[in-house]
């Protein structure tokens, strides 16, 4: 089993950049696919950005052109910066991994991160 831990989040005001990490106790080079899900007070858990073991990513409509996930095999570690972060992206985000591929179905995920708060005012 995967542990993962994510860091990053925080405060800031729109317009602003975060970058948010998440550290994987496997090697994630095992992962068929990996993302990043957001939840936000009253609303249900969506999904932000996936990329597969190709290394093909997918975006939610509302980050593309402003989010890009990343990851490095060597460090274990998925990326997602946020650029041009707005109020609607304030959320709580989480990070996922699977040895399956699961896109953006964050039913189809096995493992998944505590989460890093995420607040743009």
């Known amino acids: 089993h995967v542990q993962l831990v994510e860091s990053g989040g925080g405060s800031v005001q729109a317009g602003e950049s975060l970058r948010l990490s998440c550290a994987a106790s496997?090697?994630?080079?095992?992962?068929?696919?990996m993302g990043w899900f957001r939840q936000a007070p009253g609303k249900e858990r969506e999904g932000v950005a996936a990329?597969?073991?190709?290394?093909?990513?997918t975006y939610a409509d509302s980050v593309k052109g402003r989010f890009t996930i990343s990851k490095d095999n060597a460090k274990n570690t998925l990326y997602l910066q946020m650029n041009s972060l707005k109020p609607e992206d304030t959320a709580m985000y989480h990070c996922?991994?699977?040895?399956?591929?699961?896109?953006?179905?964050?039913?189809?995920?096995?493992?998944w991160g505590q989460g890093t708060q995420v607040t743009v005012s």
């Open positions: 496997g090697s994630i080079g095992g992962s068929t696919s």
């Open positions: 996922a991994a699977d040895t399956a591929y699961c896109g953006m179905v964050s039913r189809q995920y096995r493992y």
């Open positions: 990329i597969d073991s190709e290394g093909t990513t």
